[in-house]
């Protein structure tokens, strides 16, 4: 039998899907396989709804005395995205990398001032293919067994650094997967941001300078990427990644638009807030896009099919043009080929997590027709 105080500690995790879930570790004098049976036998909670916008969305210090950098501790979790390792870094998110959906939406909002709508989009769309639907938890980098017990096969549970969910290849400082290490720092790529900022944008990165180097990007991966591959929906994230420090990591009381290179070190390298850091005044999301998909007017989602330079549209892909064919193809291909066939608690974490991705796609302007995989 199981102690109610240990009983007790478990409805706690279930219910508050605290930061750390100790899984694994011993609990209350529990075994692993004690508290694996424990934890599928707890009432499951449903995830609740995300946050709203924040109430006020001026610039502010975020780099305070609340949230000090700490440096990362054995087993913390870090990842492809410069800003949620930096949200982590500062105890924005969990600092062991482990957080849930509504925890990154109000990191992203207080840290950053993302759009809500933008971010709850953003979150459910990673969480639904990366995280944990059961247990409500997700990696910002590997696997790990913190985010609990695993859904059946398929499903991945792997974290941010999953390859081609929505990591993807032509990141600006992190190497394509084929080349081994898809989420850390990569300072040839970084210096390549540099070099093209000094060129387009006398020393600083701006709109200018993240259209011409997702341009050379691109290109370098037909040409040096056997498996180089660009479809929905890490082609939305790609487009969008390219303005984002420009709207996102400059100082909230500097409105020149250029971005310091120490400063981006700083986020993409370093994982912390430089000192003294203000967020942005007033929310955005992916504003100045068009700045950097102007200059590829052309440019169709597809991938190398026979080795390097043999680059091919694929027509099945969505175009950045063609929200609702993205929304459409990640619920019924991506989040289906992960979950085929749930059942009980599984489904039903599914279901509300794709309700909440429905929405957020609604408030973000595309109104698409909802689709349920699972039945309504
Ligand atoms: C809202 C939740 C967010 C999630 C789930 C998320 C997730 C991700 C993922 C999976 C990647 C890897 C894509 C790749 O390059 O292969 C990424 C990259 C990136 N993210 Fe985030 N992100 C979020 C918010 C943000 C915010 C608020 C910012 C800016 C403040 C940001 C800035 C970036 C940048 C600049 C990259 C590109 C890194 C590079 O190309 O080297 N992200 N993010």
């Not at 929906?233 to 120490?262: H, K, Y």
């Amino acid at each position: 039998m199981f102690s109610s105080l240990a009983i007790y500690a478990l409805l706690a995790i279930q219910a508050y899907t605290v930061s750390a879930f100790p899984a694994y570790e011993s609990l209350a004098g529990l075994s692993r396989e004690e508290l694996d049976a424990a934890v599928s036998s707890v009432k499951w909670v449903p995830p609740p709804p995300p946050p709203g916008p924040l109430a006020d969305q001026s610039a502010k210090l975020v780099h305070d005395a609340a949230h000090p950098y700490e440096p990362l501790k054995p087993g913390d979790q870090r990842g492809p995205c410069p800003a949620l390792n930096t949200l982590a870094s500062h105890g924005y998110l969990p600092r062991n990398g482990i957080a849930t959906p509504v925890q990154i939406v109000n990191a992203v909002q207080e840290g950053f001032n993302l759009e809500n709508s933008f971010a709850r989009f953003l979150v459910y769309s990673t969480f639904l293919v990366n995280g944990n639907p059961v247990t409500n938890l997700m990696s910002i980098g590997d696997k790990t067994s913190l985010t609990g017990q695993d859904p059946p096969k398929p499903a991945t549970v792997a974290g941010l650094d999953t390859h081609n969910n929505c990591e993807g290849d032509t990141s600006m400082t992190r190497a394509d997967a084929y080349f081994g290490d898809n989420h850390s720092f990569n300072e040839t790529r970084f210096q390549n941001l540099v070099k093209f900022s000094k060129k387009y944008g006398a020393g600083k990165y701006n709109y200018t300078v993240a259209a011409q180097y997702r341009k050379f990007l691109i290109e370098d991966s037909i040409q040096n990427n056997p498996q180089f591959t660009l479809v929905s929906p890490r082609l939305f994230t790609a487009f969008a990644e390219s303005v984002f420090p420009v709207n996102f990591f400059i100082d909230g009381r500097d409105t020149s638009g250029q971005l310091d290179l120490d400063v981006a070190r700083s986020f993409f390298q370093n994982m912390t807030f430089p000192p003294n850091f203000h967020r942005r005044n007033g929310s955005v999301s992916n504003v100045g896009q068009d700045v950097v998909t102007d200059l590829m007017p052309n440019f169709r989602p597809g991938y190398n099919a026979h080795g390097v330079n043999s680059y091919v549209p694929d027509p099945t892909s969505a175009t950045l043009t063609e929200p609702c064919v993205r929304y459409v193809n990640f619920v019924n291909r991506n989040i289906k080929s992960l979950y085929p066939n749930p059942t009980g608690v599984l489904k039903e974490a599914l279901k509300i997590n794709l309700q909440y991705l429905y929405e957020a796609t609604v408030a973000a302007g595309d109104g698409c027709t909802q689709v349920f995989p699972y039945g309504k």
